[in-house]
């Protein structure tokens, strides 16, 4: 399917990840430029960049840190011109459960300072690049969590930086047209998708077969569920009248159990169940 993203120039954050390491793939297979974004793991970037020489650079930088970003954003230009399409992908998640009442300010504030300042920093410098090479179509992908629309008992940093998405999806929308016409905002919230943010608890069978309980389709996502869904989005060709919009992409979850435990069969170690 032709999706009009060859030469496209797409700089994803968080792209040493699990879900960016996949839309990296995903995207220099449909020809775009690629200016990936890591914070500290290079192996798997490395092997890409070796792969696609002339499509892909690798830049590094803390998206808390304003001086790093604006540099970020100014290697990607040097290299591939205009930036057309941002996937604001960085986050992070303590893996560790914390009641309020006992969660460390330190903690709380470094949830914001990736999740949340770092999207908005990350907006702002695109921003600007729409601003300094003028053209008619530009798209934002913003990432969210399921987290950010349910809440999450001891996780409420990470849900409340994730709910903090819609805010900025919704302001977005409205100023990104003013600087690229036809520009579009969306929103992607994933569910359990198997990462190395997620899977100690995807390794854990117990884990899993409660988490199974509140999904429909009894399976957790895989990085390319997230990734495809992305790539949609970025396309003018496939989502050009599609702005200012939240995609939950987690089989059909809603926040409440909807299973017994007898109901829930493990067939894998990812979360694949049977579907009795
Ligand atoms: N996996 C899930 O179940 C799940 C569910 C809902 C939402 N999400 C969201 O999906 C996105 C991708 O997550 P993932 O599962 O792929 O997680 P992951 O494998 O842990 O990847 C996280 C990425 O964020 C980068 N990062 C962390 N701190 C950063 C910083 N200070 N500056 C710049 N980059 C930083 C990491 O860079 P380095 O590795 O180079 O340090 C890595 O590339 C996140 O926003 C996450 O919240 C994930």
């Known amino acids: ?62 998206i808390r840190n ?24 960085a986050g992070i998640a303590n893996p560790e459960r914390a009641p309020i009442n006992q969660m460390d300010l330190k903690q709380w504030e470094n949830t914001l300072a990736v999740n949340l300042t770092g999207t908005f920093l990350s907006a702002k410098y695109f921003f600007q690049n729409l601003g300094r090479f003028r053209s008619e ?22 849900s409340t930086s994730k709910a903090a998405m819609y805010g900025l999806l919704m302001s977005l929308k409205n100023e990104i047209v003013h600087l ?16 190395p943010m997620s899977e100690d608890t995807l390794k854990d069978s117990k884990k899993v077969k409660r988490i199974l309980q509140t999904i429909p389709m009894r399976k957790t996502a895989v990085p390319a569920d997230i990734a495809n869904a992305i790539l949609f989005l970025s396309s003018d060709v496939l ?7 939240a995609v939950t992409i987690a089989g059909g979850m809603e926040g409440r159990v ?17 579907k009795a």
């Open 1 to 62: 399917m032709e999706t009009g993203l060859k030469n496209k120039h797409v700089l994803i954050t968080g792209a040493s990840g699990g879900i960016g390491i996949e839309l990296a793939r995903l995207f220099l297979s449909e020809g775009s430029r690629v200016t990936a974004a890591y914070h500290r793991s290079t192996t798997e970037l490395k092997r890409i960049i070796h792969d696609w020489p002339k499509q892909a650079i690798m830049v590094g930088a803390d």
């Open 66 to 89: 304003e001086t790093e970003v604006k540099s970020l954003f100014e290697q990607a230009n040097t290299a591939f011109g205009r930036v057309d399409v941002l996937v604001a992908n």
């Open 137 to 158: 179509c530009a798209s934002l992908i913003l990432v969210g969590s399921t987290a950010g629309l349910f809440g999450e008992a001891w996780f409420c940093d990470y």
């Open 180 to 195: 690229a016409p036809k520009g579009r905002v969306n929103l992607v919230n994933p569910g359990w998708t198997l990462t």
């Open 239 to 245: 989502s050009g009248h599609i702005s200012g919009q």
């Open 258 to 274: 909807l299973f017994a435990p007898e109901e829930i069969h493990l067939t894998g170690d990812s979360g694949d169940s049977d």
